[in-house]
C-alpha cells in the first residue's frame, strides 16, 4: 500500500514524499541526516549541543536549526525529534527510524556502537554523511527500489 506523507522538515515546504515501505521511509531519512550533518557539520558527545540540558535553549525545542548533530542526532531531527529523553523511545517506537539506525549500524565494523564510531576524533562530517548515505541506498536496494 502507498502512502502520501509530508517529510517532517522538507526542504522544500509543502514538498510530499511517496512512501510504500518502511525501507523507503528509512532511506529517505538517511538521506535528509546526511544533508543535515553536510550542512550543519558533525557533533560528538551528544545528539546535538543543548540536547541534555533541562530546560530548551528556545521556545519550541532542543535543537536549533544549523547546530551540528551526530549520526543518531541527525536521523532523530530529521524524524521530528529534538529532545534525547525522546530519541531512544523513537528508536522503539517509530519503524522507520529504527531501519534508519539499523542500516547504519549494519555498516558499522563490527564490535564498535554508531555512538563510539561517530565519536570517533578522525571521523569527519563527511565520512559520516557518505556513511548514512551507503545505508539509504542499501535500503533502496530491499526495497526493490534506488535513486
Keep these: 500500500m502507498t502512502t502520501h506523507q509530508t517529510?517532517?522538515?522538507?526542504?522544500?515546504?509543502?514538498?510530499?514524499?511517496?512512501?510504500?515501505?518502511?525501507?523507503?521511509?528509512?532511506?529517505?531519512?538517511?538521506?535528509?541526516?546526511?544533508?543535515?550533518?553536510?550542512?550543519?557539520?558533525?557533533?560528538?558527545?551528544?545528539?546535538?549541543?543543548?540536547?541534555?540540558?533541562?530546560?530548551?535553549?528556545?521556545?519550541?525545542?532542543?535543537?536549533?536549526?544549523?547546530?551540528?548533530?551526530?549520526?543518531?542526532?541527525?536521523?532523530?531531527?530529521?524524524?521530528?525529534?529534538?529532545?534525547?529523553?525522546?530519541?531512544?523511545t523513537a528508536t522503539a517506537t517509530r519503524p522507520a527510524l529504527a531501519a534508519a539506525v539499523d542500516a547504519l549500524a549494519a555498516l558499522i565494523p563490527t564490535g564498535r556502537c554508531i555512538q563510539v564510531w561517530n565519536d570517533d576524533p578522525h571521523r569527519t562530517a563527511h565520512q559520516v554523511a557518505a556513511a548514512l548515505t551507503r545505508a539509504a541506498g542499501q535500503l533502496d536496494s530491499r526495497a526493490g527500489g534506488g535513486r
Design 7 to 88: 517529510d517532517p522538515h522538507p526542504p522544500d515546504p509543502g514538498r510530499t514524499t511517496v512512501t510504500d515501505t518502511p525501507h523507503t521511509e528509512a532511506a529517505a531519512l538517511l538521506r535528509r541526516a546526511a544533508a543535515r550533518i553536510t550542512r550543519c557539520g558533525l557533533h560528538r558527545a551528544d545528539y546535538w549541543p543543548h540536547a541534555t540540558d533541562t530546560t530548551p535553549p528556545q521556545p519550541g525545542g532542543w535543537y536549533i536549526e544549523g547546530d551540528p548533530c551526530c549520526a543518531i542526532g541527525a536521523l532523530a531531527i530529521e524524524a521530528g525529534v529534538d529532545h534525547a529523553i525522546g530519541v531512544g
